[in-house]
């Protein structure tokens, strides 16, 4: 089924081998409730706990793909929610750092990459709005939820060449890249219409 999926991906686009081999070996059945189980190749967002989403494949293929990852590619992922994106990243070698601001999913994920043996860098329960300041910087930062505007502190935390990929927008959302090419300098790439659940900044 896996292998199916990764067919439908390239269909519709997925051209990075690296990423579409991704696909075909994270257990994607296994980061949803079982109730969706049996639906887990579809290429569909299911419901989470703490009313969250497990994005579309096509969505975490896509995203990946902007990385253009390299093994040890030090990586900030926004919105750990299920941890089958952080898996994708995890497959490809990133050192990933990944952030949650619900503590339902948090700790639920903890729990789950201990019993996996998935051993993200670390896992955070915060607002990933601020980033990691004291982990940066990255060769890349995911945003996985839809941010009404870029925060500026995921730019500032972007290495030189770094790549910023995250959605932008309130009820539809563009993807969006940032390259960063010197300390002031972002090329910004504009990348096709997508739906995600909302990035909330906590106002505490
Ligand atoms: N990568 C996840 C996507 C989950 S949906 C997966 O495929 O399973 C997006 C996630 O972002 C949700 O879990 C949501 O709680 C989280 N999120 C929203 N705002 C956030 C913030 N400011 N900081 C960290 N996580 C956030």
Redesign the pocket.
Known sequence: MRNKLADVLAEKGIADPAVLSAIRAVPRHL?MDSSFEGHAYQDKAFP?A?D????QPYT?AFQTALLQLKPDHKIL??????????AVLLYLKAKVYS????LE?FKKTSIFFKKMGYRPKKLIF????KGLPQEGPFDGILV??GAPEVPKALMSQLKIGGRLVIPVGINNQVMTLFIRKSAKEFEKKELGSFR???????KN
């Open positions: 980061f989470i703490a969250q989403t497990i994005s975490v992922e926004i919105g750990t929610g299920s941890g089958y994106q952080t952030i949650e601001r619900q999913l915060g607002d990933g709005y996985t939820a995600f659940v909302p990035l909330l900044e906590n």
